[in-house]
């Protein structure tokens, strides 16, 4: 991953802690988000890794995600440990009307795609907590994440909520998982999942302009063959049912809870910078 920059300095600590049962519910559990504060726990540990490595600006909400990752195509994955505080985390989107979050680098090459009948999922969003430098990080409800682990324990936390994004395209039909990942990890996803590279290197605004390549990953033209990549063999053989899914988080815009809440805001204040930006550039 980027070199790691400067240790995030701000904290809300207002809300009361969680009840202690809620929790203990999460500890050493691999889940799929289903409620507005576990959604929370994932894109604000995404937050501050992201901005820990230059990779995106602060923001007051501490949030991050995609605009198009904000619907009901979308899953939020995320382990916890054994004291109930998130350690790692990964999304995921099935392509619809809102299109994909990689659309904004790579339109051409997904609109080739879909133009041939095939459908689109993108995996995305990961963040692993040993990635900070910070001892705890308190979040606005008074959970928090704390940093652990070494880089083959990161390797295996993405591994294992990897297979739930592709368990997740299967519960849409999806038939090709797409990445965009910096150059340097590619070669990870190809030895590990069987990607293959589908456009050239290019920046990427969400990400402060850095360097990423688009992958997809044709899963049905690895099932049956005899020698498979890793980690995709492992998923295969340790099936997923689909109703993990059922209970995900439905995200709806329009509910005033969803409004208030500080995703609502994240919503509105990007919103509200990319119509600026559109008619600044116009």
Same mark, same amino acid.
């Given at each position: #991953?980027? %070199?790691?920059? @400067?240790?995030?300095?701000?904290?809300?600590?207002? *809300?009361?802690?969680?009840?202690?049962?809620?929790?203990? +519910?999460?500890?050493?559990?691999?889940?799929?988000? +289903?409620?507005?504060?576990?959604?929370? @726990? *994932? !894109?604000?540990?995404?937050?501050?890794?992201? &901005?820990?490595?230059?990779?995106?600006?602060?923001?007051?909400? %501490?949030?991050?995600? +995609?605009?198009? #990752?904000?619907?009901?195509?979308? *899953?939020?994955?995320?382990?916890?440990? *054994?004291?109930?505080?998130?350690?790692?985390?990964? +999304?995921?989107?099935?392509?619809?009307?809102?299109?994909?979050?990689?659309? &904004?680098?790579?339109?051409?090459?997904?609109?080739?795609?879909?133009?041939?009948?095939?459908?689109?999922?993108?995996?995305?969003?990961?963040?692993?907590?040993?990635?900070?430098?910070?001892?705890?990080?308190?979040?606005?409800?008074?959970? $928090?994440?704390?940093?652990?682990?070494?880089?083959?324990?990161? =390797?295996? #936390?993405?591994?294992?909520?990897?297979? #739930?994004?592709?368990?997740?395209?299967?519960?849409?039909?999806?038939?090709?998982?797409?990445?965009?990942?910096?150059?340097?990890? =590619?070669?990870?996803?190809?030895?590990?999942?069987?990607?293959?590279?589908?456009?050239?290197?290019? &920046?990427?605004?969400?990400?402060?302009?850095?360097?990423?390549?688009?992958?997809?990953?044709? !899963?049905?033209?690895?099932?049956?063959?005899?020698? %498979?990549?890793?980690?995709?063999?492992?998923?295969?053989?340790?099936?997923?049912?689909?109703?993990?899914?059922?209970?995900?988080?439905?995200?709806?815009?329009?509910?005033?809870?969803?409004?208030?809440?500080?995703? $609502?805001?994240?919503?509105?204040?990007?919103?509200?910078?990319?119509?600026?930006?559109?008619?600044?550039?116009?």
């Amino acid at each position: #991953m980027t %070199q790691l920059l @400067d240790r995030p300095t701000t904290r809300h600590t207002s *809300a009361p802690a969680p009840a202690t049962n809620a929790r203990t +519910s999460l500890c050493n559990r691999l889940i799929t988000a +289903s409620n507005l504060p576990q959604v929370r @726990d *994932a !894109w604000a540990l995404v937050y501050h890794v992201y &901005s820990q490595a230059g990779l995106i600006d602060e923001n007051p909400h %501490q949030l991050h995600t +995609s605009p198009c #990752m904000i619907g009901d195509r979308t *899953a939020v994955f995320a382990r916890y440990d *054994a004291d109930g505080l998130i350690q790692a985390t990964l +999304s995921t989107v099935a392509d619809g009307p809102d299109g994909l979050p990689l659309d &904004s680098v790579y339109p051409d090459e997904l609109d080739a795609l879909r133009r041939q009948g095939v459908r689109l999922s993108e995996v995305g969003l990961f963040a692993d907590a040993s990635q900070l430098l910070c001892d705890t990080n308190t979040l606005s409800d008074g959970s $928090g994440f704390k940093p652990r682990g070494t880089a083959r324990q990161c =390797a295996e #936390m993405l591994i294992e909520l990897t297979a #739930m994004a592709f368990y997740f395209a299967r519960y849409w039909d999806v038939e090709t998982l797409l990445i965009g990942v910096h150059p340097r990890h =590619a070669p990870f996803y190809e030895r590990m999942w069987g990607f293959e590279h589908y456009g050239e290197e290019r &920046s990427y605004a969400a990400v402060n302009h850095r360097p990423v390549v688009l992958m997809r990953q044709p !899963w049905q033209t690895w099932v049956d063959r005899p020698r %498979q990549p890793r980690a995709f063999a492992r998923t295969l053989h340790d099936p997923i049912p689909h109703t993990q899914f059922d209970g995900r988080y439905r995200f709806d815009p329009r509910l005033p809870a969803f409004h208030r809440s500080p995703l $609502g805001q994240w919503l509105v204040m990007t919103e509200t910078t990319g119509t600026a930006l559109a008619e600044s550039a116009a």
